[in-house]
C-alpha cells in the first residue's frame, strides 16, 4: 500500500473537514438527521477527531434523511460541492453518495478505470429499516447485495480483491464474464440500481427495530438497532459538534472489538489515491 506523506495527508484531512463543516450546517439548519460511523466514530471517541493516518468521513443518514439532503445541497451548495451517486451518475458504481468538492479530484484505486468524476469527499451511507421477520429480513439483505453487485460488475469488470493467486484469476474470469453478458444484453446500471433500491428500501415504510445498509461487503455487516442510534449524542470531533449514535461504544464494540487499542501499523490502512488534485494548482 503506498503511503501519504505528512503534509499531504493533513491537506486531505483539512478539505474534508471544510465538507464536513458545512454538511454539519446544511442538516442542522434543515433539520437533517445524520451521525458519524466507523472509523469516524473511533477517530471521535480515541482522537477526538481523525484517526491518525485515515483519510475519510463516513457518515451515515436514514433513507427520508438522505433523501432530504439531496435536495437541499443541490439546492444550496450546488456551486461549491457535487452530489455523486447512481442517480446522478451514470457510472457511479456505489449506493452509496459522495459529497464532493468541485475542482478537485481524489480517485482511488478500485475505481481508476471509472468514468465518473470523483472529487474529495464526504462518504454518506442511506440506511432503511429491515424487516422483524427474519426470513423476510434475509431475503431483503441478499436480494438488495445481489443487485447492487451485479451493478458493480456492469460498471467494472474488475473490481479489486482482497486475494491473489488462481483464486483471484478465477473470480477475474468470471466477473468479466458477467460484465460483457450484462453488455450484451444492454442491462444498464441504472436499471440494476433500482432493482437494488426497490429490495433495500422494501420496508421504509414501517418502523422495524434495525436499520441497515445493505450493499456492503456482506449484506449486514452495516445493520443496527434503532434505539442504540436515537436519539442522537453530539461528540466533538477536530473542534466541531458532531452527530453521533447515542451508544456508540456498544456499536463499535460490536464490530471492531477493543477499539481504543490502536491497531499494529501493517493494519493501519486508508485510501491513499490513483489521482490526487486539490484543484489549487498544488
Avoid at 16 to 37: A, T
Wanted: charged letters at 25%; aromatic letters at 16%.
Amino acid at each position: 500500500m503506498r503511503e501519504y506523506d505528512e503534509q499531504t495527508l493533513h491537506k486531505v484531512q483539512q478539505y474534508e473537514l471544510e465538507i464536513l463543516k458545512d454538511f454539519i450546517d446544511l442538516c442542522n439548519r434543515h433539520h437533517i438527521r445524520y451521525f458519524g460511523i466507523a472509523g469516524t466514530g473511533i477517530g471521535a471517541i480515541r482522537h477526538k477527531g481523525f484517526i491518525p493516518w485515515d483519510d475519510d468521513i463516513d457518515v451515515a443518514m436514514l433513507r427520508e434523511d438522505y433523501e432530504k439532503f439531496q435536495n437541499v445541497a443541490i439546492q444550496e451548495y450546488g456551486d461549491k460541492y457535487k452530489l455523486l451517486n447512481a442517480e446522478t451518475r451514470e457510472n457511479y458504481p456505489l449506493m452509496t453518495a459522495q459529497w464532493a468538492k468541485i475542482g478537485t479530484e481524489f480517485r482511488t484505486m478500485p475505481f481508476k478505470r471509472v468514468n465518473c468524476d470523483f472529487g474529495i469527499y464526504l462518504d454518506i451511507f442511506p440506511l432503511d429499516f429491515v424487516s422483524d421477520d427474519e426470513k423476510a429480513r434475509l431475503k431483503q439483505g441478499r436480494t438488495a447485495w445481489f443487485w447492487s453487485k451485479l451493478m458493480i460488475l456492469r460498471i467494472l469488470p474488475f473490481p479489486e480483491l482482497a486475494f491473489t493467486g488462481i483464486k483471484r484469476q478465477l473470480f477475474h474470469a468470471v466477473f468479466w464474464i458477467v460484465h460483457w453478458t450484462l453488455r450484451v444484453l444492454h442491462i444498464s446500471p441504472s436499471w440494476l440500481y433500482q432493482k437494488a433500491y426497490k429490495a433495500t428500501t422494501r420496508y421504509n415504510h414501517l418502523h422495524t427495530k434495525r436499520v441497515a445498509f445493505l450493499c456492503e461487503t456482506s449484506p449486514f455487516s452495516n445493520e443496527f438497532d434503532y434505539d442504540d442510534i436515537f436519539p442522537l449524542q453530539t461528540l466533538n470531533f477536530e473542534g466541531l459538534e458532531m452527530a453521533f449514535p447515542r451508544h456508540l461504544d456498544k456499536i463499535l464494540t460490536k464490530y471492531y472489538g477493543n477499539y481504543m487499542e490502536l491497531p499494529p501499523v501493517d493494519k493501519r490502512k486508508n485510501h491513499y489515491p490513483y489521482t490526487l488534485d486539490f484543484g489549487d494548482g498544488k
